[in-house]
């Protein structure tokens, strides 16, 4: 029996290439839901563009928004999926939105309406915090020359409290959190201090310890040092 003529074959070939290739473009594009991000693709920090027309997604589900405040003529957004366990937070005004991962929810934060707390200033930020147990953990977004940025650190209070505070009085608040000497987990203590840090994820310094959490300027809702109270930790 004779051979197919070496043309045939070709196309034959090239038609099944093209066949191939075309089934796994339908079913990449299959593997993204709307709004949300393609499988395998890692956490998107942050995007700018028009304010998304398909429902963002946090973790499997859809986001709804938890808590809301107006920054410098911005909306800032924290969005959470039913649980409360991972979440967004959207920013900015008119069409042009930044979109960042709310990455707290690694460390079993859960978020609530109160974890959303800005101060503005001469540069805005914002805090978002989740109780972990008996510790709170906290990332904070500034509002940058041009535009927000994410602090590229996770802030733990051991003792429980975490709030925004200008200690140094440059217009621009720090992160202050109480810690617990004993560590978290302590079913007694009686050492206590604060921890404060500039949003550059720079220690600023820590308080003299005390022997009871009451005894913290500014406990229990606005923790608020002096900041020549403040000594290397």
């Known amino acids: ?74 909306q800032v957004e924290l969005l959470t999926d039913k649980n409360g366990g991972n979440g967004r937070i959207r920013v900015g005004r008119d069409n042009a939105h930044s979109i960042f991962e709310v990455t707290i929810g690694q460390y079993s934060a859960r978020l609530t309406p109160q974890s959303l707390s800005c101060v503005q200033g001469r540069l805005a930020v914002c805090l978002v915090s989740g109780e972990a147990g008996d510790t709170v953990t906290g990332e904070l977004f500034v509002r940058g020359p041009e535009s927000w940025e994410r602090a ?48 550059e994820t720079e220690q600023m310094g820590c308080t003299a310890p005390v022997s009871r959490l009451d005894r913290l300027p500014g406990y229990p809702s606005a923790l608020a040092p002096a900041k020549s109270a403040l000594r290397k930790c």
């Not at 089934?23 to 998107?44: D, K, N, Q, Y």
Request: hydrophobic fraction near 40%; charged fraction near 10%.
């Open 152 to 199: 590229q650190s996770a802030y733990v209070a051991t003792a429980g409290l975490m709030n925004l505070h200008d200690v140094d009085g440059n217009g621009v608040a720090e992160l202050v959190t109480a810690q617990s000497s004993c560590g978290s987990g302590a079913t007694y203590c009686e050492s206590y201090f604060l921890e404060v840090w500039s949003t």
């Open 1 to 74: 029996m004779s051979s197919a003529p070496k043309s045939v074959v070709v196309t034959m070939w090239a038609s099944a290439v093209v066949t191939v290739a075309a089934l796994i473009a339908v079913a990449s594009l299959r593997g993204t839901p709307e709004g949300g991000t393609p499988p395998g693709a890692g956490p998107a920090t942050s995007t700018t563009a028009p304010a998304p027309q398909g429902q963002l997604y946090c973790n499997t589900g859809p986001c709804k928004v938890l808590a809301s405040q107006r920054v410098e003529g911005d």
